[in-house]
């Protein structure tokens, strides 16, 4: 796609785990993993502008956010996915990335893996690089984990250290649930969480392959029985029980944490029980949100 104007405007959507097992850790100290993503209708909104090239034989990346405590500099995921981008395509970038967050920040919702996804994907349109999906995926590779799924979104398993991705085709209608999100105000450190597993056997019982047969055979409850995350239960957080419970108590269909946590995603049948069970988590918790599946990353409004 060619786009003759300076700015671009990305949606960048959330994902959840469907499925979440450690499998083993790698020698440099990278956790494995077996998992199977899923892309959620609640958008970052990413405004890239191009700005003239500089006489500086660098780039210049602008980061602006709506959030405080979002950082804006070189620790920021899109930061880093310009700079990569730019060394990738051999070209200088000078651009200001604008950032307006509805994804929770440190909340197991891939919100900074999707910024990045979004920064990569409004930088091939706007420099017209032509750089195929899976260069850009590379690319993305090098930014964090979570970043090449971002960008194909949809339903996707995720194996190694999150990067070996393959496309699960199913005809399961996972768009005729509600999803609930809500996250508690804790955060959880991602590093922190994968050295508690390091205290324990890693998985053994994948419940991936049990999850994309239901999905392929369309067997409702073999799918919501194989809804899993390992750090869920490794970390077992008060909060998160708090919250599955409140679901339940409206007919939620299973509750599950989502990545590292604290955020849980809940599947309803009926809109009107997730309302209600939105309406109670507010009283509690500030960042609770209805969507729904998307088969889609990170793409232009």
Do not use: W
Not at 96 to 106: A, E, G, L, V
Not at 218 to 233: H, I, K, M, V
Request: glycine fraction near 6%.
């Amino acid at each position: 796609m060619k786009n003759n104007s300076s700015t671009i405007k990305i949606l960048a959507p959330a994902k959840i785990n469907l499925t979440l097992d450690i499998t083993g850790k790698l020698s440099n100290g990278y956790h494995t993993v077996d998992m199977v993503m899923q892309s959620v209708g609640l958008y970052d909104e990413i405004t890239v502008e191009k700005k003239s090239v500089s006489e500086k034989s660098q780039n210049i990346i602008n980061i602006f956010c709506d959030k405080e405590n979002i950082p804006c500099d070189k620790r920021n995921t899109a930061y880093k996915a310009a700079e990569l981008f730019a060394e990738k395509c051999g070209i200088l970038c000078n651009v200001d990335i604008t950032i307006k967050k509805n994804i929770p920040s440190q909340a197991g919702l891939a919100g900074g893996s999707t910024d990045g996804a979004g920064v990569l994907v409004a930088l091939n349109i706007l420099y017209d690089t032509k750089l195929s999906a899976g260069e850009l995926s590379e690319v993305a590779a090098k930014v964090g984990a979570d970043v090449p799924f971002c960008l194909y979104g949809g339903t996707m398993l995720a194996t190694g250290t999150g990067t070996d991705l393959k496309k699960i085709e199913h005809n399961f209608k996972l768009d005729n649930y509600f999803v609930l999100l809500c996250k508690p105000q804790i955060n959880v450190s991602t590093p922190e969480a994968y050295k508690k597993s390091d205290s324990r056997p890693f998985s053994e019982n994948i419940h991936s392959k049990a999850l994309i047969d239901a999905l392929i055979n369309e067997n409702e409850t073999a799918f919501f029985d194989n809804l899993y995350n390992d750090f869920d239960n490794l970390l077992n957080l008060e909060d998160v029980q708090k919250i599955k419970n409140i679901m339940n108590q409206y007919g939620c269909i299973k509750s599950v944490m989502s990545g590292s946590g604290p955020t849980v995603y809940g599947f309803f049948s009926d809109y009107e029980r997730t309302g209600a069970a939105a309406n109670n988590l507010k009283k509690i918790y500030y960042d609770v949100c209805i969507t729904k599946v998307c088969d889609t990353g990170c793409k232009p409004e």
